[in-house]
């Protein structure tokens, strides 16, 4: 199956010389989540770049307050190591008015020695006359590209050099945003109909460091096929592993990526989710593994949240269940599950056992599941017989004085589904009344495993 691969550039560098700034300026507006979808905003650290029609994704490293790690040297170290190891390039961040300092010949030897293609830019200089200031950073062994990150000077230019040099693949091939099909109705007789036609499901295998996700993959395939430790970090690279069951092929990612053994766990972390938005680029349906043993935390819904947010079937693995006490803690992980991760309501959760093989082939026709009901469609006229029902018991609430009213529905796309609402006065419908739609759609039609968005449009 073709996919399209993102490329990851990562901006390394000590603090303070600007690679907030020039993250930014790269990745513009499309840093914050500013659609109309729910759930839970993604980590900062992640943009995408979008330029000509093409999009790289960016990855800010810095951030490590020298106060709070111990040694400075090292920190900045272990940073960039991780940074480079995950990147297809790496843009090397210096202070263009401040000149080199030893920690620049540090990171410009590790950047060196990794072989990785890297560009150095000396940031700061604001107008033309200050690129004479680029001699003194010749020492370095890179011919350093001048520019203003905070005035924009230069930008342009390093955006089109980073897009010859990593050839990134057309906005519309990145499987981030649904995918238009053509509006079929469904059968007469029939309320709703699934335009799947079968062919493999791709599974991104997704989670925190150390949940057993190369264990899981290996359980499934029913061989060691991807190498296991207890070290987060142990799987070097995205795997593609092929497997057949019960005549549905799969393709399944494994997706930890992560290459260091440091104890520095919330690079770590921020790096999964970085490994995990690759792995869903390309993926229809996602297993998101947690460790049953610890609660679920923070990173393990920014994580969920990942899946969610891009319209990807959803599956919750509680792994290692083979470590819960008993059956009373069991139900307090289930609770608290569901409690840290309300925006996935509709997703099943699952407890498995890699090491033991509980569980883990029941997933498979989850995944089959889930991949069928991202493909299902509700016809027109049933929609609106449905939404009729559905305003007159619960119309929109005033807002300023005004009600809005929905006129019509509409189901144009699948992969997620996605249901279109003409109203009078949309932007005043408030989320609470977006959640009740999705709430009743899914109690009519199912449409579990997958997230469903319902948005509204101004009447024409």
Request: aromatic fraction near 6%; charge should be neutral; hydrophobic fraction near 40%.
């Amino acid at each position: 199956m073709s996919r399209a691969v993102v490329p990851i550039v990562a901006l390394v560098g000590r603090p303070n010389v600007g690679k907030s700034t020039l993250f930014n300026r790269l990745v513009g507006k499309r840093a914050a989540l500013v659609d109309d979808r729910p759930g839970v905003t993604r980590d900062r650290l992640f943009g995408e770049m979008h330029h000509a029609g093409k999009v790289v994704r960016v990855v800010d490293t810095g951030g490590y307050d020298p106060s709070n790690e111990g040694d400075f040297t090292a920190m900045i170290r272990d940073q960039a190591h991780l940074a480079i190891d995950e990147a297809d390039l790496v843009i090397f961040v210096l202070d263009g008015q401040a000149g080199l300092v030893p920690i620049d010949s540090e990171i410009a030897s590790i950047l060196r020695k990794s072989g990785k293609p890297t560009l150095a830019v000396a940031n700061k200089l604001d107008v033309v006359e200050h690129d004479g200031r680029l001699s003194d950073l010749f020492g370095l062994g890179f011919e350093p590209i001048g520019l203003s990150a905070e005035h924009g000077r230069g930008v342009g230019d390093l955006a089109e050099l980073l897009v010859e040099m990593l050839d990134p693949p057309d906005v519309n091939l990145v499987s981030q945003q649904p995918l238009p099909v053509a509006a079929e109705e469904p059968t007469p007789g029939h309320a709703t109909s699934v335009e799947w036609q079968g062919g493999p499901i791709r599974v991104a295998v997704i989670g925190r460091p150390n949940a057993g996700k190369s264990s899981l993959v290996n359980q499934l395939l029913g061989e060691k096929r991807v190498l296991e430790s207890e070290i987060p970090g142990t799987t070097r690279d995205a795997i593609d592993a092929e497997l057949e069951y019960e005549g549905q092929e799969f393709v399944l990612v494994d997706t930890a990526g992560l290459r260091r053994k440091r104890s520095i766990a919330d690079r770590l972390e921020h790096f999964a989710v970085m490994s995990a938005v690759r792995g869903l680029d390309s993926a229809d349906v996602a297993l998101v593994v947690m460790d049953a043993s610890v609660p679920v935390s923070e990173q393990d819904a920014k994580v969920v949240a990942l899946a969610h947010e891009r319209g990807k079937g959803v599956i919750l693995v509680a792994n290692k269940w083979d470590l819960i006490p008993g059956e009373e803690a069991g139900r307090e992980y289930v609770e608290l599950a569901r409690i840290r991760l309300p925006f996935v309501d509709y997703a099943p959760l699952r407890r498995t056992s890699a090491r033991t093989g509980h569980g883990v082939q029941r997933l498979l026709g989850l995944v089959v599941q889930a991949q069928r009901e991202r493909h299902r469609r509700v016809s027109t006229s049933e929609l609106n017989r449905f939404f009729k029902e559905v305003v007159d018991i619960h119309p929109p609430p005033v807002s300023r004085g005004k009600r809005p009213r929905l006129f019509y529905v509409s189901q144009p796309l699948v992969r997620p589904p996605t249901f279109i609402c003409a109203a009078s006065h949309a932007d005043e419908i408030p989320p609470s009344y977006r959640r009740y739609l999705i709430n009743t759609i899914r109690e009519r039609y199912g449409y579990s495993a997958t997230p469903i968005w319902v948005k509204f449009r101004g009447r024409k």
